[in-house]
C-alpha cells in the first residue's frame, strides 16, 4: 500500500510539471487560429480530456468483464474507479464543448450526433455509479454493474465515429482528407495529451487505494462483530 501511494504521488508530482509545460505550449507556443481566435485553444482541453474518458470507459469494459470472470474484487474496485474518473473526464468534455460551440457556432448546444451520443454515454456512466447504491448484496451489486458496464460501452464506438458515420457538423479531430493542423498545433495536443493522462492515472491509483483501504476496514469491522 505504500508503494501504491508513493507512485500516486510521483504520478501526480509529474502530471503537474506536465500540465503546466502543456499550458506553455497552448498559450505561448501554439499559434493562434485564424477564423476562431483565442477561443479555438480550448480544443486541447476538449480533446484531451475526451481520449481519456473514452479509454477510460474501454477500461470499465474490459474489468468488468474480468470481474465477470474472475470474480475478484480487485477488478470491480478498478472498474468502479475508472467510471468514477471517466465521468469527471466526460463532465469537463461536456463543459469545453459547450464552450467552444458558443464561439465557434453561436450556439451553446445542438443535437449533433458527436454531441447526442456524448451526452448518453455521460448519462450511461452516470447510472452506472447511481447502481452502485443500490439496496442489495454486495455481490449481486457486482455482477450488476459489471454486466451495466459491458453494456453501456457499446455507446463509446459511437461517440468516436459519430462525426464519421453521420453527417455531423463537429470536426474530425484527424480528418482522412484535406484540412489538417500545423505541425505546431499537433504537438501541442500531444504534450496536452500526455499531461492528462498522467493526471488520469495518478487519480485512479490515488482512488483505488482509498476504495481498497475502505474495503479492508469494512471487513475488519464485519469480522469484529460477528
Not at 147 to 174: E, K, Q, T, Y
Request: charged letters at 10%; proline letters at 3%; aromatic letters at 20%.
Amino acid at each position: 500500500m505504500k508503494n501504491f501511494v508513493k507512485i500516486t504521488q510521483i504520478l501526480l508530482m509529474i502530471s503537474m510539471i506536465n500540465i503546466f509545460l502543456g499550458d506553455w505550449f497552448i498559450y505561448i507556443y501554439a499559434p493562434v487560429e485564424k477564423t476562431l481566435g483565442l477561443p479555438q485553444k480550448i480544443f486541447y482541453f476538449h480533446v484531451s480530456f475526451a481520449w481519456w474518458a473514452l479509454f477510460a470507459f474501454f477500461l470499465v469494459f474490459l474489468f468488468s468483464l474480468l470481474y465477470l470472470i474472475k470474480k475478484n474484487i480487485l477488478y470491480h474496485i478498478i472498474s468502479r474507479c475508472l467510471a468514477e474518473l471517466g465521468v469527471v473526464y466526460a463532465s469537463l468534455v461536456l463543459c469545453t464543448g459547450i464552450i467552444w460551440a458558443k464561439a465557434s457556432w453561436n450556439t451553446y448546444w445542438t443535437w449533433d450526433p458527436r454531441l447526442t451520443t456524448t451526452l448518453i454515454m455521460w448519462f450511461l456512466y452516470v447510472l452506472y455509479l447511481a447502481m452502485l447504491n443500490l439496496g442489495i448484496s454486495a455481490e449481486k451489486k457486482y455482477i450488476l454493474t459489471s454486466v451495466f458496464g459491458i453494456i453501456a460501452f457499446l455507446d463509446v464506438p459511437l461517440v468516436f465515429w459519430s462525426a464519421r458515420m453521420f453527417r455531423s457538423i463537429h470536426p474530425a479531430v484527424f480528418a482522412t482528407k484535406g484540412g489538417g493542423m500545423p505541425k505546431e498545433m499537433i504537438y501541442t495536443l500531444i504534450v496536452n495529451l500526455i499531461a492528462y493522462g498522467f493526471l488520469f492515472f495518478s487519480l485512479l491509483f490515488y482512488r483505488i487505494s482509498q476504495i481498497r483501504l475502505k474495503h479492508r476496514i469494512y471487513n475488519i469491522m464485519q469480522d469484529k462483530f460477528i
